[in-house]
Every structure is written in structure tokens, then in C-alpha cells.
């Protein structure tokens, strides 16, 4: 039997879902709400997701149909699966424009005999076509040459295209490696579909908030406080300060007006904002080891209150923004015993001792850099762990493995600051 199409009148056609009635600010109601707020609401939901000026216009408008497809989900509850769906087809247009812009239009290509040529196109397409079946280039294995130099495949599918635009630097970060391979897959299963599934309208805004900062980034323009690509991060000035019971965190500027009735240890240091780092994360802070989640710097310390206030009257320290993504740590593991991440400045002060090994390790976090060596010092091969490059595993590249003086000359040969840097022995002792 044929299903046939169910037709509507027009007043059908332009009543609200009622299913999309259910959602409010609030999360998801039992009752409903106006048909004016459920608009107002998916509407403003995407409302901040914008593309920057710098995006060119066909990307910026297939994301704008992108936003009107969510934005009729008010009418259609199954328009917000297809708004997600499509989201994933629009980053891949992104990508291939990108791909074009970054060379103006003028690939550089390299065979395997060492031919160079320059494919000179208007769009992606031109590429696909030349590289794959009978195109121009399409025999004697022509590959992409970077600007670093090296060169690499590309046939047009969107994994490469991934791989190539975190090869030239345009999306930084270990951990977006998780979100490449995710991306990837639910590509594949909107262009090849295996069932029937719905969204909901959560579900195609997160889709269409991931896909802005993507798209963004990958024309140079990290998202202010986006949960992908946040760029920069600021730091404050923030005094920590202990006794044997208890222990205090709070704003510098404000330390003069605390009260002077218990005899605390101060520290004066430079932190990420609160709304960046929780604050129990800070009471982990030592100048020996990268213990904190983001980085955090001794400004002056440890000493009473009034040394404190004394110093900051005089010294007038300021915050400063720091990225990040894709930091250098040095691991050390001596008798399998796996030492938490050093800044490669600090473990260049330290004496090499014979029987230590060392890890130099680009991750986004220092968690994921000592995960990554417990795990090879532990359980070796079985860890699944790569000993060198991208773990499949981690979110982690490893730069290079030996000893201290080799993995420093590695440091130093990606542009890492090396100088040595004795620091204090400073540490906020352990609550717990």
C-alpha cells in the first residue's frame, strides 16, 4: 500500500508544533507555552551564533538558510533533525572553501617523482574533480603540499579535509582531534542513513553553536568564551592564602580590607578567570609541577597579609590573556614511577640522572599529558598508546621520547622556550 501525502491547509501549514510548545527557558514543560515564545525562543537560541565578516559569502549563506530551517522548526518539530543534519553538510563546504582561500586559488601540488605543478581553481569541486577517477591529476600519486612544506593526500573526503586544515594550524587544540573523528562519523551517517531519528531543538542549536565557532576558526577568529574555540583565556591577579584549618581564595584588589585576625601563609598569584578555573582547582597550585588545569603563574610569595598588601600596593600587577591549547609539557618517569607535567623551562634547571626517561608532550591539558605516559610507563603496549605522534587514544601528540638533554633539543627545535627557570619551591599544601 502507498502512502500518500497528507495535505494541509495553509492556517495548518503556519500553526506551531505543538511538540516544539513544550520547550522553555526553562527546559522541557509539561504544559506549553505561547506559540510568540517558542519563536522568540529558538529564534534568540541561535541568535548570538554569527559568522564573522572575514567568512565568505557562500559559507555565510548556506549558514543562514542553516538558521532559518531551525528557526521554522516552530512549525515543523522534524525541521531541527534536519537543521542538525545539515549542519554537518555545511562544515564540510566550509572546509573546501577554506581550503581554496588559504592558497588563493592556486594549489600547490607535489607527485611522487618529485614533480611540482600548480592547479590554479575557483572551487573545491575543481579540486575533487582533477585529483579523483580521469581528472588532470588524478594518476602518479599528486598530493597537497603545505606550507611547512611537507605534503599530504587529498581526495576530498571530509576526514582529509580535517586532517588538512589541523596540519596547516587552522584548528588548534589536542582534544578537537575527539571532535574531528566524531564529526566525521556523524557525517557519514546523515550521507548514508541506516534508520529513522529525531532531534530535538536543543540538539540542532548545539549543532548550529559548534558549527559558527568551527566555521569562525577556521577563518582565524577564535568565539569569546566558546566551548570549542574560546581563543585566549584571561588571567587575574588572585591572593591564595592558608593556616592548618582553612584556606582562602579571593581578588587581590580586595586583600587591604580582609581582616588581619588569623595568621595565614599568602601567595599572590596570576590565574584564569573564576569563570574559567573552579577554585579548588588553584588550591593545587606548585611551581614545580603543572598541577593546575590552565596555567597559573607565582606572582610574589608566600608571606603574611601585610607583606602581601605591601607588595601589591607597590607592584600594581595587572591580569594578561594566555592561550592554552597545544602546550608543551615535559614528563619524566624514573623506576616507572610517572612524575606530574613540567613546564620544559623548569625541567631544563633540573639535573639529568641516568635511567630517566623523558617525555616531551603537546597537550591542551596537563591531566591528559600524565594519563598519556602512565599509561605507556604501566601497562606498555597494552595501553593502546602511541609512543610517538597522535595517541588514537589520548588527546595528545608526543614530540619526542629519551633523555632530558634530547627531548630539549626537540623542545627547542618547534620554537619551545628552553631557557632554564629555577623556581621557588612553592606549593598550596593539599586539603584533601
Known amino acids: 500500500m502507498i502512502d500518500r501525502v497528507e495535505t494541509k491547509t495553509f492556517d495548518q501549514l503556519i500553526t506551531p508544533d505543538p511538540r516544539t510548545l513544550r520547550f522553555s527557558p526553562l527546559g522541557f514543560l509539561p504544559g506549553t507555552v505561547t506559540s510568540e515564545l517558542a519563536t522568540e525562543l529558538q529564534q534568540e537560541a541561535i541568535g548570538w551564533c554569527d559568522l564573522r565578516e572575514n567568512v565568505p559569502e557562500q559559507t555565510r549563506l548556506a549558514f543562514e538558510r542553516l538558521r532559518a530551517v531551525h528557526t521554522y522548526g516552530v512549525l515543523c518539530y522534524e525541521l531541527f533533525t534536519v537543521a542538525a543534519d545539515l549542519s554537518l553538510l555545511v562544515f564540510e563546504q566550509a572546509l573546501g572553501e577554506r581550503f581554496v582561500a588559504l592558497y588563493d586559488g592556486r594549489i600547490p601540488l607535489a607527485a611522487k617523482d618529485g614533480t611540482e605543478d600548480v592547479l590554479v ?51 588548534p587544540g589536542q582534544r578537537s582531534r575527539y571532535l574531528h573523528q566524531l564529526l566525521v562519523k556523524m557525517r557519514h551517517s546523515v550521507a548514508h542513513p541506516h534508520g529513522f531519528h529525531v532531534n530535538m531543538p536543543n540538539e540542532s ?31 587575574e591577579v588572585r591572593a591564595v592564602g592558608w593556616d592548618e ?37 588553584v588550591h593545587q597550585f606548585d611551581t614545580r609541577f603543572e598541577a593546575t588545569s590552565l596555567p597559573c603563574d607565582l ?53 639529568h640522572e641516568p635511567g630517566d626517561l623523558w617525555h616531551l608532550i603537546c597537550a591542551d591539558y596537563p591531566s591528559d599529558a600524565f594519563v598519556h605516559v602512565r599509561n605507556l610507563a604501566q601497562l606498555g603496549t597494552a595501553a593502546d598508546c602511541s609512543t610517538t605522534g597522535e595517541c588514537p587514544v589520548c588527546a ?25 627557570q629555577s623556581p621557588l619551591d612553592v606549593r598550596v599544601p593539599a586539603r584533601w
Do not use: C
Not at 588581619?260 to 598569584?269: A, F, K, Q
Open 121 to 171: 581553481v575557483r572551487g573545491f569541486d575543481e579540486i575533487y574533480g582533477a585529483l579523483n577517477r580521469r581528472g588532470s591529476h588524478a594518476k602518479g600519486g599528486w598530493q597537497v603540499r603545505l606550507r611547512s612544506g611537507a605534503t599530504m593526500p587529498l581526495t576530498g573526503t571530509l576526514d582529509q579535509l580535517f586532517t588538512w586544515a589541523r596540519a596547516e594550524g587552522l584548528l
Open 205 to 235: 542549536q548545539r549543532s548550529i553553536a559548534e558549527l559558527s565557532e568551527i566555521v569562525n576558526q577556521l577563518w582565524g577568529n577564535p568565539t569569546p568564551g566558546g566551548r570549542l574555540y574560546g581563543g585566549p583565556i584571561k588571567r
Open 245 to 281: 584549618r582553612t584556606s582562602i581564595h579571593a581578588p587581590a584588589n580586595i586583600l587591604d580590607r580582609v581582616p588581619d585576625g588569623r595568621d595565614l601563609t599568602y601567595l599572590i598569584l596570576l590565574v584564569p578567570a573564576a569563570e574559567m578555573n573552579p577554585w579548588w582547582d
Open 299 to 351: 606572582l610574589w610569595g608566600p608571606g603574611s597579609l601585610s607583606e602581601a598588601v605591601s607588595w601589591l600596593k607597590d607592584a600594581q600587577p595587572t591580569g594578561d590573556e594566555i592561550q592554552y591549547l597545544d602546550r608543551p609539557y615535559l614528563v619524566r618517569v624514573r623506576a616507572d614511577r610517572v612524575d606530574l607535567p613540567r613546564r620544559p623551562r623548569v625541567a631544563a634547571a633540573m639535573g
Open 396 to 420: 595528545v601528540t608526543t614530540w619526542a621520547t629519551g633523555d632530558l638533554a634530547d627531548v630539549l633539543a626537540a623542545a627547542q627545535s618547534r620554537g619551545v622556550d628552553v631557557t632554564p
